[in-house]
């Protein structure tokens, strides 16, 4: 593809409101992935990880409800999760498009959200999964640094900040997550092969899902990605059949979820 047709993809992914799931087991790089393509097609990055941190932060009641299954790497309630994101999917900034990292991570959530989504007239253009082998996940969460303030990730060897413990983006006290440890990167990645993996079974029996090897350098995974988006756009695609066949398989329950 030329860089006048990879332009002028772009430019229609701009006009046009992209929405996207990037899925993949903790640590396979969704939140990497997703602060590049918040930039370049302008969506709204939607992660459920953050909204719950912030949740505990505040000391609300959902975050006291899910501080301790977090610190666990247990998931929290279905119920709860969606309450959560049928409020967040209706604020203004995500009917320019948006990228949900982290969510669904249940076949209920899956099943949840493409039905919500086809009583909106609004299907998923496509589902990413970011795949990697378990070993090199914990590898890579055991040195993950966050930022608490802008939720930018780093790694201590393959992308590290500039100034030692400081964000590139905001200057903020980098944090090594509670959860990052390797006891709850083990329950995580349980979790994740338990409940996870049927969603992006579920994805794939309604011909939404593309697979990236998530162990290439980052901006080799970056690549593909986007090459993944572009495919979704194009008219030819298969993609835009199988979001058809999606959103009728799915239309009736939006029907009954809407009345
Ligand atoms: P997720 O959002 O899927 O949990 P992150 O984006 O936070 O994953 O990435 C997990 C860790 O792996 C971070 O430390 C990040 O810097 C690092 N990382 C992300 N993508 C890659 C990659 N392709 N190669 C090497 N390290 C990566
Ligand atoms: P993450 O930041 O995506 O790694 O998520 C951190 C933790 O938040 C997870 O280990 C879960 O405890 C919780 N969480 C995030 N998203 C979800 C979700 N969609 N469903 C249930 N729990 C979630």
Redesign the pocket.
Known sequence: MSVIDLRRLTGVARQQALRIV?I???????????ATLKERYGLAHV?T?DMLREEVRRQSPLGSQARALMAAGKLVPDALILDMMAQRLQQPDVSRGFLL??FPRSRAQGEALVAMLAAQKQPLHTVVQ?DLQDEEIVR??S????CPACGR???LH??PPTLHGLCDADGSALVHREDDNEVTIRTRLSVFHEQTEPVIEFFRSIGLLRRVD?????D??EHLVERLIQGALTKSSPLRTSRRLAVSKYRSLGRSLRG
Not at 24 to 34: L, R, Y
Not at 214 to 218: E, K, V, Y
């Open positions: 990037l993949g087991p903790p640590g396979a790089g969704k939140g990497t992935q997703a992660s990880g990292d982290g970011l890579r969460l040195l993950r640094r966050s990730v780093y790694h393959s992308n998530a162990s290439l350098p980052i080799h995974v």
